[in-house]
């Protein structure tokens, strides 16, 4: 079995944060890290690696410093790594993102053997869209498992996943060739370990470039954008609140917090409150 995992570098977002002067994030200093959710799918590459042998392969679009994500992304026993990297591919939206993608993992199929299951993050904590998954998947003509949280059984034909649904879960068996998302609830990423490490330290991924997957320029990055992000707002700062209660009684508190809520016209609320009193005091 052939499993490859797309995974997206981005700026870690738990240190961005917003220059209310400017109204500008602040990125220096930044660091670049592996899209949370990706980290999970490499869980479960090395989960299928260990347990079924699987030949597992990184990816990543990105510009070249992306290097060291994939480096990162080794120390989870990962077998291969690829970059694709281009000037033209800069820029781009989700369906020019998922072009270059496509072309590359048919280029690295090339050598590396068809994938059977192609392993994306649920979605990029930057670009947030969830799109990029879905768009390999419909550009290949393959299953979709998205939003999974837990993997039951694997074969070489199919998968039973577990995946989330607004109300609840839902089990799945999905055919494969497939891609599927991964969330964050899906098995801890593990500490690389020593061997790992060293070798992700020496080890050179495979860089692509346009040319090498047969793009055509028109269809990457910005010119093969048909969306545009025309402008980026920084959401504008909340105001302050104001501490309704400091030292009186809980039940008081209660009630002026009950007050305060009316003002906000917050109706429904104040009724749901107002039966839960009721019933308390009877
Ligand atoms: C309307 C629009 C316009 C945009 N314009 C620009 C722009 O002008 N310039 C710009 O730099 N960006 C732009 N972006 C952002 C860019 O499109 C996204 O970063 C990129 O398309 C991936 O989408 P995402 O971040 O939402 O990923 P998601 O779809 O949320 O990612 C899901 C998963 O897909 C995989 N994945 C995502 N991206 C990659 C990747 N590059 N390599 C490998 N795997 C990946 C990862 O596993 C990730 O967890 C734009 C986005 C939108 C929606």
Redesign the pocket.
Known sequence: MNVL??????PDTTNVRIDRKTNNLIREGVPAVI?P??LH?LELAAHLKEEMGAKTCV????PPQ?INALKDALMFGIDEAYL?SDRT??????????Y??NLGINKIEEDFGRFDII??????????????????ATRRGYSLGAYIEKIEKVTDEYVIAVRRIDRGYEKIRIKLPAVL??THEFAKPRYGSLPDLIRAIKYEPKVLNAKDIGADPKLC??FG?P???VRTNVPPARKGGDIISKNDEPKKAAERLLLELKKFSAIRLVEIFNTILESDEK
């Open positions: 995992v797309c995974i997206k570098q981005i899209n959710d990706d799918a990816l990543t679009m990105g992306a694709l591919f800069a820029g781009a939206d989700t369906l020019a993102t998922t270059a993608l392993l994306t993050g649920k979605q990029a904590a930057d670009g947030d869209t969830g799109q990029v998954g879905p768009g390999i998302t991964i990055g910005f954008s969306t545009r992000v």
